[in-house]
């Protein structure tokens, strides 16, 4: 797109795989209801998404552990006192649940944070074949 801030504002999912150690998605230009991934930047330099955006969000990781501690999209707003560890509500799997822990209005900004988890892409695509398979029988 030649007008990112635009094209943000009118997604339903953002996706960013950057290596970038500045904010490339500012919470000022996303919409309510949308969704947004970030699976770039996974040092604890590196940065996809501002503060606005990160406190804004219902905020989902791969692995809260490793992400939380290791990964500067969420390390440098917690040191910097933006939010603080209990900000991330959970993993993958919270995020995809149909219960409390998931988004509870249209209006809420999801944001999942991938911090390198490929073992996640291999547990999730199997499942989706699994539950087709299961549908098909």
Do not use: C
């Not at 209801?33 to 996809?48: K, N, Q, S, V, W």
């Not at 209005?105 to 911090?115: M, R």
């Amino acid at each position: 797109v030649t007008d990112l801030p635009k094209a943000v504002g009118q997604a339903d999912i953002v996706s960013a795989a950057t290596m970038s150690q500045q904010p490339v998605v500012l919470g000022q230009w996303v919409r309510p209801g949308t969704h947004i991934d970030l699976i770039g930047a996974f040092t604890p330099d590196m940065r996809e998404a501002d503060d606005n955006l990160i406190a804004s969000s219902l905020v989902y990781v791969d692995y809260v552990d490793t992400v939380v501690e290791q990964i500067g999209e969420l390390m440098q707003p917690i040191q910097s006192g933006v939010i603080t560890r209990d900000h991330v509500r959970g993993d993958l799997y919270d995020l995809v649940a149909a219960d409390i822990t998931s988004r509870q209005s249209g209006e809420q900004i999801t944001l999942f944070k991938n911090g390198g988890g490929a073992h996640l892409d291999l547990m999730i695509a199997n499942y989706v074949v699994d539950a087709v398979n299961t549908q098909s029988a």
